[in-house]
């Protein structure tokens, strides 16, 4: 083979590769309805307020993901590496480009391009027509960053804004219904969470995969779920071998979605077994 057809080869190879994806943040927020007045302007207060209650929402699902956790109060730590900035001002509605500034050449997605991808799916969940999809998307939801989705909602609601909302992959619109559906979502939706004891036997585990069955004795029936993650695959195993089909108090981290105050989902997980204190 010439140098030329090696060089020709080559050529068509790089041609072939996918696109080369963005690993940073970054994404496109439109605003329309009455606060902005076609493609000439918006009011300075509505976009700053409503570009600050993202940044916020990012940098609180930021902290959640990170080893610390989100506290239930309090200031954020190591806020300044959760920091969007705005880079650009887009035209057609009125918009702004939103980027994390770090280098180019990073081969994995950054932390916080994470952190606004979680975002872009909790906010798309919140227009979601469909309620079941909804209730799914917030049941791993940090309370204090679903009431800053609902602040926002609520915000973009009082103010008659639309919103459009360009994330990756992700090109969702929010118009006026989606917006006053999310806003009563928002507000009608909270999450609690609770650690509950639980008699029952456990029906099975799957060490590797962190998951559980356990068979209630009250009205819960069978629940299913995860297993704690400082149990290691190895103590879920052991779990399995010393509890299994025996009747025993269960202590469960337990996530309720509750709406307007009436329970429509609950998420549990597995912390430890010990001997039913009825029984001992």
Known sequence: MSLQDRKAEIEAELAALPPEEDQHAQAAVFFGGRPVVGSLGIESEFGGRAVGMIQDLVAKQFVQDSATGLAQRGPLPNKAATRLHVTDVLRGSFGFLLEELRP?????????????????????????????????????????????????????????????????????????????????????????????????????????????????????????????????????????????????????AIRQVLKEGELVRETFTLKSIREDDQRV
């Open 104 to 252: 180019q050449d990073q081969l994995f997605d950054s932390s916080l391009k994470s952190a606004l991808d979680q975002v872009t799916e909790l906010l798309s969940a919140f227009a979601e027509a469909d309620e079941q999809k909804f209730e799914t998307a917030i049941e791993n939801v940090d309370e204090r960053i679903l009431s800053q989705a609902r602040e926002f909602f609520s915000y973009l609601s009082q103010e008659g804004a639309t919103l459009r909302l360009v994330a990756g992959e992700t090109d969702r619109p929010f118009d006026n219904d989606a917006v006053a559906r999310a806003a009563k979502r928002a507000t009608t939706t909270t999450i609690l969470d609770k650690d509950e004891d639980i008699v029952g036997q456990l029906a099975g585990v799957l060490p590797e995969a962190h998951m559980f069955e356990f068979r209630c004795e009250g009205l819960r029936g069978v629940i299913r779920g995860k297993i704690d993650r400082a149990l290691s695959a190895f103590d879920a195993a052991q779990l399995a071998t010393q509890w299994a089909n025996k009747t025993a108090t269960g202590r469960f």
